[in-house]
């Protein structure tokens, strides 16, 4: 067994000891720390690690997965290390300046992977460059650009490229097109959806699109501030639904389930239907678990800001990632149900009131889209995606019967 990896959270506004990884060659297993299980605002660093004494294994469940690397990060890390990385290497590796939430680790009273930095704005151009050569799968690309580029990424969930950066003192996460596979801007299209939800109301990171030419072609990379830092660089905690449902990577979920959580410790389910009914109208198929959140504020676990909202033409399906009531097919019919506000604890008026808001951004969603880089192309694949939200929004906006 080698020496305990150290683990801080923050409590409050202060960054204090939670316990240990002890890590053995095959596994690893958490405890926490006596004198943080004497601190009456003490929690769980998640739903899985009970604050109780004594160890506490880490596999299978992997209760520190949020602070991991998601899957474009693994590709950047082995890569790196020219090699198959173990869970807890690619979780230790991760660059501390840019990980998740506020948990960390430390080695020897040093914060492990720390001290490299975070790139700024003006080096995304060179980054995407190198991206793409990772996403091409090609194999001779300078070394010191993959370090470059494996510092910059982080622990946030996806596969898409991306990378931490910093625009003057603030940490930004550039999420990047894909070099091939892109049939359409998803870019433009996810920043339009971000800026419609702004507009009804829904809590969404600030952000922003810069447009690059790399390599003779134009890109948009999406700019999102990080909620997860304070604008003083307090780290926040944060769970993701799925490590707050303790479930795992591909396994589903239900809004049921994520509504449950949220009413049991302070967030605000009304808010999780808008954002539903708004993701079913676009067609935000990928909507798992991993892209929902929650940030801890005080004695609560409260919603992050709505994040990887993505849509898809229409005539892809409606086979959503997150089911409601156990059926992945949704539809603004069956969460304008009396059964589903219900759940989410919204009156019909309110549901009224909502569809009248979204009666008019939805509509202006292509010229959004345009506003960030959207070509004729993108914009028309979606077209009809649009005009059928649209036309759904305005037949229950004008009365129908609610069931």
Request: no cysteine.
């Amino acid at each position: 067994m080698t020496d305990p990896v150290e683990v801080t959270t923050v409590v409050g506004r202060t960054e204090v000891l939670a316990g240990r990884i002890y890590r053995t060659r095959t596994s690893g297993s958490f405890e926490y720390d006596t004198t943080y299980l004497r601190r009456t605002d003490a929690f769980e660093l998640t739903p899985s690690l009970g604050l109780f004494p004594g160890a506490q294994p880490l596999f299978p469940g992997h209760p520190f997965s949020d602070s991991a690397p998601d899957s474009w990060g693994r590709r950047v890390q082995n890569r790196a290390a020219g090699r198959v990385l173990d869970e807890l290497s690619l979780m230790f590796g991760v660059n501390d300046d840019g990980r998740q939430g506020a948990t960390r680790f430390w080695a020897n009273g040093v914060a492990v992977t720390a001290g490299h930095g975070v790139p700024v704005d003006a080096d995304l151009a060179d980054i995407i460059r190198v991206a793409d050569q990772i996403e091409r799968g090609e194999t001779e690309i300078d070394e010191v650009a993959i370090r470059r580029l494996f510092h910059a990424t982080g622990s946030l969930g996806g596969a898409r490229p991306k990378a931490n950066i910093r625009i003057g003192a603030d940490l930004w996460l550039a999420k990047f097109p894909k070099p091939i596979g892109d049939d359409w801007n998803v870019m433009a299209w996810e920043a339009a959806m971000l800026g419609a939800m702004e507009a009804v109301g829904i809590d969404t990171p600030r952000h922003l699109t810069q447009r690059f030419i790399v390599d003779g072609t134009e890109r948009t990379v999406l700019l999102l501030k990080r909620f997860d830092r304070t604008d003083d660089a307090v780290r926040i905690p944060y769970i993701s639904a799925m490590t707050a449902l303790e479930a795992t990577d591909g396994g589903g979920g239900d809004w049921v389930d994520v509504v449950d959580f949220a009413r049991l410790h302070g967030a605000d389910p009304t808010e999780l239907w808008r954002r539903a009914v708004f993701g079913t109208l676009v067609g935000n198929l990928d909507d798992h678990l991993r892209n929902h959140g929650f940030l801890r504020r005080g004695p609560a676990w409260l919603l992050a800001p709505a994040f990887d909202v993505n849509p898809t033409p229409l005539g892809d399906g409606d086979a959503h990632q997150l089911a409601l009531f156990g059926s992945a097919e949704l539809s603004l019919d069956a969460l304008m149900s009396s059964d589903a506000l219900s759940l989410f604890g919204v009156n019909e008026a309110s549901a009224r009131s909502f569809l009248t808001v979204l009666s008019g951004a939805l509509p202006r969603l292509p010229s959004q889209a345009a506003v960030h880089g959207a070509d004729a192309m993108s914009i028309n694949v979606m077209s009809s995606r649009v005009n059928n939200a649209v036309t759904a929004v305005g037949s229950l906006g004008r009365g129908s019967r609610l069931r």
